[in-house]
């Protein structure tokens, strides 16, 4: 099809929609996608860069066949990760079809029942929905399923990247395979999402359960330019505001016209990060919810301390529905400039208007996480426009040296630098053993189709995609400790039903979400509910929520209610966390900066200060001519540069050997360094020792769990036996590829 037939081929109103909105010409991924869903069957894999069309290039084709042959249920499923991409969505397609008559419906917890109502009684248009919802759906109205979903053709799932490897992409995939198997057929699958690293294993994991090919079109799109610095700052010294008179840097990757440093009250970072936003419609995004709270309060208390309006917003997950679209609806319309203090919560794709700049403080672990938060901004022909600030604490002369080491600033030049020079994007990860799932599902299928023999129920779970790996054996020992803890329970007809504390799993709305949650306390101020936090202070302490500080007046514990006043100040709180991890891509091109002189354009004077006073360091101290470093005495330091599977699996190999080598009291921190004490012995001959290990013995993976150990990682894994908690570690935890080629590369640092 040409592009002037494409255009055509879509529905009169869409047509209408395009020229409403000024567009001279459809964009390539538009085309792209209209052609795929036009002229084949497949599936199909949108992968483009944010802003570019996405949403518009997969809904035009399918609006345009349901409205020329209107199906008679549900016609398209729109499945997201957030209730707040959701809600975007809706709005962008309620307008849309405003004059069609498909309608479009939403669900997840915060959609009122009467929305739910009227599609229950008439089934028709698009629905959007939480992969948590719909588990929902397919466990209490299975009875229903043929009647919502009979004629459903396609299913759009957007922001792939963040669900592929994990268990809640998993759950996604099992469900629409259990959903084909009750209308009878399988519908075409669209996946969008802008940082897909690996479009082939993405398209693999789209596919999953099908026959069906997945296309993924390649996409031409123009060089994007950016406006990127990086600034650092250490917290104490004798310089507070840590100002240098030297010009700003100008290029295609810096941002130029950062502010001037001024006199410094608070903190040289924090101040600076005011100073970026000041004036500016931004977001600042931070990598936990801790610091994102720590932020707001900050950037609050330096607005009052400077008699300036207080402009910040904050968004997490851990706040009520009503903050975080307060925040979403103040960026979105709001003529005032605005700044929403936020974690990844913000960093999917809701449209919250033309953003002037994003500000990342400190590094984002990742490449993808890095280009999703950049897209955030640069919008409607403006380009992208990042800042990254670095605190650090100013290390002592005498602190060892990995500690003199800015690990996070090192990481986020790597992570700019890989994908300017390569274009690189972490790879999706498939997950081989997931048995916290495989337990989930287990429960589901059951309390949606009734009592199962072992055999049926065994045939249904494991021919789903995500348990291929599963062993019948491991299957079996997996039902057995779910009978002997009464989680199912074994009927006369020796069938299978849903035991007495599976009941009580099922009962509960946080059961569809295979994702960890705590047992969290909603905090309410009067009639506002503020949001929730872990653990409950006792009545008259406080603690930070929302960017504000807060005093507790009344707990509620068996209702898990905290009833609060506000009050003036700033204080930390703290909730459990995974940070994510790091691709050993990443670790080795942060040893790559540390041997080059390059001065890259986006750093600004503080920045390039402290990178060339890192850079002293690491070649003064021999660590970039030897891995394994003498620190004095009988302490080492090893710096493998793996990422973080790989490490881990090094960490466990060295402990399984340490009495070979008379090696004591490791420390790590994070995939960077490993310090222990080796009391005989050389560091040649530990390198070498490990080699010969590898060559004579090999590593066994299982082997360097112990047998003592219960890795519980994710939601049901204490429900699993130990015996398969630890082969599911191995199996997806440890990595051994790099390091069998690592150490030979360490070892030849001595002979070359």
């Known amino acids: 099809m040409t592009d002037n037939e494409i255009f055509y081929r879509f529905s009169p109103f869409i047509q209408d929609f395009i020229y409403r909105n000024g567009w001279q010409e459809l964009r390539a991924v538009q085309l792209a996608a209209a052609r795929v869903l036009f002229e084949t069957d497949k599936n199909l894999l949108i992968t483009s860069s944010t802003a570019s069309g996405k949403t518009e290039a997969a809904f035009f084709p399918i609006i345009s066949d349901m409205y020329e042959a209107p199906p008679s249920s549900i016609g398209a499923l729109y499945i997201a990760p957030l209730k707040s991409l959701i809600n975007d969505q809706f709005s962008r397609l309620d307008e849309l079809l405003d004059m069609t008559g498909i309608p479009v419906f939403h669900w997840h917890g915060d959609v009122a029942q009467s929305h739910k109502a009227k599609l229950l009684k008439n089934p028709q248009g698009i629905l959007q929905i939480t992969p948590e919802s719909l588990e929902s759906m397919l466990m209490n109205r299975s009875n229903d399923i043929v009647r919502l979903f009979g004629d459903l053709r396609y299913v759009v799932i957007d922001e792939i990247h963040t669900l592929t490897g994990t268990d809640r992409g998993n759950q996604i995939i099992c469900q629409l395979v259990r959903m084909a198997r009750l209308i009878g057929h399988t519908p075409r699958r669209i996946g969008l999402s802008a940082t897909v690293g690996d479009a082939s294993l993405a398209a693999e994991w789209l596919g999953g359960g099908t026959d069906v090919e997945t296309v993924v079109p390649e996409i031409i799109e123009g060089k994007t330019k950016w406006r990127l610095g990086m600034e650092h700052f250490f917290i104490q010294g004798d310089n507070l505001d840590q100002s240098r008179d030297t010009p700003s ?150 602190a060892p040296l990995p500690q003199l080491i800015p690990w996070s600033f090192l990481r986020a030049i790597a992570i700019v630098q890989l994908y300017i020079e390569e274009k690189f994007i972490e790879p999706p990860y498939t997950k081989k053993l997931p048995f916290s799932l495989a337990f989930q599902q287990t429960l589901s299928v059951l309390a949606s189709s009734g009592e199962l023999t072992p055999k049926k129920l065994a045939e249904r779970i494991l021919s789903l995609p995500a348990f291929k790996n599963i062993s019948k054996d491991d299957y079996r020992t997996l039902l057995m400790s779910m009978l002997q803890n009464d989680f199912l329970e074994l009927t006369e007809e020796k069938g299978l039903i849903v035991g007495l504390k599976g009941e009580r799993l099922i009962n509960s709305f946080k059961f569809y979400a295979v994702f960890k949650d705590s047992e969290d306390y909603t905090v309410r101020c009067e009639s506002d509910e503020i949001g929730t936090i872990t653990t409950p202070p006792p009545v008259g302490d406080r603690f930070a929520l929302a960017g504000r500080v807060w005093e507790v007046e009344e707990l509620d514990i068996p209702r898990k209610l905290i009833y609060v006043k506000a009050v003036k100040g700033k204080m930390e709180v703290s909730w459990p966390g995974d940070f994510g991890e790091i691709h050993t891509k990443i670790l080795e091109r942060m040893r790559r900066i540390l041997f080059e002189d390059t001065v890259y354009p986006y750093l600004k004077p503080n920045a390039v200060h402290r990178l060339e006073i890192v850079r002293n360091l690491a070649r003064n101290t021999g660590m970039l001519s030897h891995s394994l470093v003498p620190l004095g005495g009988y302490t080492w330091c090893l710096f493998p540069w793996l990422g973080t599977r790989s490490f881990r699996t090094l960490r466990k190999f060295i402990m399984q050997n340490a009495a070979r080598f008379k090696i004591t009291n490791l420390e790590f921190e994070g995939c960077y360094f490993m310090m222990f004490k080796m009391e005989s012995g050389s560091d040649y001959g530990l390198i070498k020792g490990l080699c010969d290990i590898i060559d004579r013995e090999g590593i066994d993976k299982s082997k360097l769990v112990n047998a003592n150990e219960m890795p519980v990682f994710e939601k049901y894994d204490d429900f699993i036996p130990a015996e398969l908690l630890r082969r599911q570690y191995a199996a997806d935890k440890l990595r051994l590829d790099e390091i069998k080629l690592r150490l030979p590369q360490i070892l030849s640092e001595y002979t070359d």
């Not at 936990?288 to 008699?307: K, L, P």
């Not at 936020?342 to 919250?352: F, N, S």
């Open 249 to 398: 840097v100008d290029s295609d990757t810096s941002v130029s016209e950062m502010p001037s440093r001024g006199k410094v009250e608070i903190d040289p970072g924090y101040e600076y990060i005011y100073d970026c936003a000041k004036n500016k419609k931004a977001i600042i995004f931070s990598n936990s919810r801790e610091e994102t709270e720590y932020v707001t309060a900050t950037m609050r208390q330096i607005a009052d301390n400077r008699h300036e309006r207080d402009n910040f917003l904050i968004h997490h997950g851990n706040l009520s529905a009503s903050i975080r679209e307060e925040a979403e609806s103040k960026m979105k319309n709001s003529e005032e400039k605005c700044v929403t203090c936020a974690t990844v919560t913000m960093e999917l794709g809701i449209d919250i208007g033309k953003l002037e700049r994003i500000i990342q403080n400190d590094a984002p672990n990742s490449v993808s996480s890095f280009l999703q938060r950049l897209g955030r901004s640069g919008r409607r022909d403006t380009p992208p426009e990042m800042m990254m600030v670095f605190r650090e604490e100013n290390p002592l002369p005498n």
